[in-house]
T-cell receptor
Framework: EAQVTQNPRYLITVTGKKLTVTCSQN?????MSWYRQDPGLGLRQIYY???????DKGDVPEGYKVSRKEKRNFPLILESPSPNQTSLYFC??????????????FGPGTRLTVL | AQRVTQPEKLLSVFKGAPVELKCNYS??????LFWYVQYSRQRLQLLLR??SRESIKGFTADLNKGETSFHLKKPFAQEEDSAIYYC?????????????FGKGTKLSVKP
């Protein structure tokens, strides 16, 4: 089954304790992206990757890191989480190709609480 | 970055009433837009895309280049349409990787 998976689905942590949220897709998609969803602010892009070893900042990259060593994986790293990073996080992937306009496939979300 | 705006955070209608969720875009290039929907406690999923010109679950969206809009419409709302709807720009091969989603409109359909 074609899908995007995220782990963990729920996480409660404390300020300053490094964490990683994994994202994996099995559709051989070139493009992957991380978003955070907050009430009243909608969906905001954190980082995106157009392909392996190519990453770039979205709208709200502060406090986050990403890497794209393999096509299928795009982990989100919080080196020193803070309470303002409490949010619902979504990973997404997309098949790109010049001139194509395809849909993004979203993961199930990771609800992160930073105390 | 390609940017879209959704002026309404919340829209409440009664079952059977028409509904229109607004989306405006403000970027150059081919405005191939999408609508995504997020039902309660679920992931976002594609509802419809401009390029396919289809009707999904009774929803349609017409691109109006003069008004730079891509409003989502349904003539008779159902309770199961209650969800958050996001208007989104395309991501495709090229340089447009930074995607600015609309802030979303929460639709509440009352019985």
């Amino acid at each position: 089954e074609a899908q995007v998976t995220q782990n963990p689905r729920y996480l409660i942590t404390v300020t300053g304790k490094k964490l990683t949220v994994t994202c994996s897709q099995n559709m051989n998609h070139e493009y992957m992206s991380w978003y955070r969803q907050d009430p009243g602010l909608g969906l905001r892009q954190i980082y995106y990757s157009m392909n392996v070893e190519v990453t770039d900042k979205g709208d709200v990259p502060e406090g986050y890191k990403v890497s794209r060593k393999e096509k299928r994986n795009f982990p989100l790293i919080l080196e020193s989480p803070s309470p303002n990073q409490t949010s619902l996080y979504f990973c997404a992937s997309l098949k790109t190709g010049f001139g194509s306009y395809n849909e993004q496939f979203f993961g199930p979300g990771t609800r992160l609480t930073v105390l | 970055a390609q940017r879209v705006t959704q002026p309404e955070k919340l829209l409440s209608v009664f079952k059977g009433a028409p509904v229109e969720l607004k989306c405006n875009y403000s970027y150059s290039g081919s405005p191939e837009l999408f609508w995504y929907v997020q039902y309660s406690r679920q992931r976002l999923q594609l509802l419809l895309r401009h390029i396919s010109r289809e009707s999904i679950k009774g929803f349609t969206a017409d691109l109006n280049k003069g008004e730079t809009s891509f409003h989502l419409k349904k003539p008779f709302a159902q309770e199961e349409d209650s969800a958050i709807y996001y208007c989104a720009p395309p991501a495709h091969g090229g340089s447009q990787g930074n995607l600015i989603f609309g802030k979303g409109t929460k639709l509440s359909v009352k019985p």
